[in-house]
C-alpha cells in the first residue's frame, strides 16, 4: 500500500498551461475542418454569370458607307450557369436586341445588337443579364 502511495505522488500532471496550449490547438484544428466542409458545400449553391466576347463586328454599311446599323458579336458563357442577356448598352445608350440565354460552356454566334455607329468611331458595347447586371462588356472601333 504504501508503495502505491508513492507512484501517487511521483506522478506529475501536465500544467495548466501545456493543456490550454493544447486545447487551443484542437480548437483551432476542428475549426479549419469545418470552415472547409461549409465551403465545399457552398461552392454548389453558388454560380458565376460570365460572358466573354470573342469578336465584334460592324456590318450594314449604309450606302453613303458612313454608317451602319448593326453590331454583331460573337459570345461564350465561360460562367457555371446558363445566361439570359436581355439587354445590351452601347455607348451607355439602350440598343435594340433579341433576348437570348446561353448554357454554360456554350457559344452564341451571330448576335446582333441594333445600333446605328459611324465609322472610325470607338464603341463599347456592355450586356446585361435579365437581373440587370452587367455580365459581359467589350469595347472595338468602327472599321473606316
Known amino acids: 500500500m504504501k508503495t502505491l502511495r508513492?507512484?501517487?505522488k511521483n506522478a506529475k500532471a501536465l500544467s495548466p498551461v501545456v493543456a490550454s496550449i493544447i486545447l487551443i490547438a484542437v480548437t483551432v484544428?476542428?475549426?479549419i475542418a469545418v470552415a472547409a466542409w461549409m465551403g465545399a458545400l457552398t461552392v454548389g449553391f453558388m454560380g458565376s454569370s460570365s460572358i466573354?466576347?470573342?469578336?465584334?463586328?460592324?456590318?450594314?454599311a449604309a450606302?453613303?458607307?458612313l454608317s451602319g446599323t448593326t453590331i454583331t458579336l460573337d459570345l461564350k458563357n465561360t460562367g457555371t450557369k446558363s445566361v439570359t442577356i436581355s439587354q445590351a448598352k452601347v455607348n451607355n445608350?439602350?440598343?435594340?436586341?433579341?433576348?437570348v440565354t446561353?448554357?454554360?460552356?456554350?457559344?452564341?454566334?451571330?448576335?446582333?445588337?441594333?445600333?446605328?455607329w459611324s465609322t472610325g468611331n470607338p464603341y463599347k458595347v456592355d450586356l446585361y443579364d435579365s437581373s440587370g447586371?452587367?455580365?459581359g462588356s467589350y469595347q472595338a472601333t468602327a472599321p473606316s
Open 63 to 65: 450606302v453613303d458607307g
Open 102 to 116: 446561353i448554357d454554360s460552356g456554350a457559344t452564341e454566334a451571330d448576335f446582333v445588337v441594333t445600333y446605328d
Open 93 to 99: 445608350d439602350p440598343a435594340s436586341i433579341t433576348a
Open 6 to 8: 508513492k507512484l501517487r
Open 133 to 135: 447586371q452587367v455580365v
Open 52 to 60: 466573354t466576347v470573342t469578336d465584334m463586328r460592324f456590318t450594314d
Open 29 to 31: 484544428a476542428v475549426s
